[in-house]
């Protein structure tokens, strides 16, 4: 197996890669494999995508006087048929 060696990590990187070691129950070295294994092999993004609705939903609110905008507190209602 190959090998890396990483130089010149910030020392908040780190300390939070120790602290998720510690909390995970493995080195340092383990928690970095299993952290580039699941950034770069993984078959689907982690992040659920987003859909439209949602996107839109998300939007900010811009304000009562723009020509767009909504409740910030309501959830948007859209009618698609």
Not at 2 to 14: D, F, K, P, S, Y
Not at 52 to 66: S, V
């Amino acid at each position: 197996m190959a090998q890396l060696i990483v130089r010149n990590i910030e020392e908040t990187v780190v300390r939070k890669l120790r602290q998720k070691a510690a909390r995970d129950g493995v080195s340092m070295e383990e928690e970095h494999r299993r952290i580039l294994r699941r950034t770069l092999l993984a078959k689907s993004p982690s992040r659920k995508q987003m859909s439209f609705l949602d996107f839109l939903c998300a939007a900010p609110d811009f304000g009562e006087n723009a020509a767009a905008y909504r409740k910030a507190d309501k959830r948007c209602k859209v009618d698609l048929a």
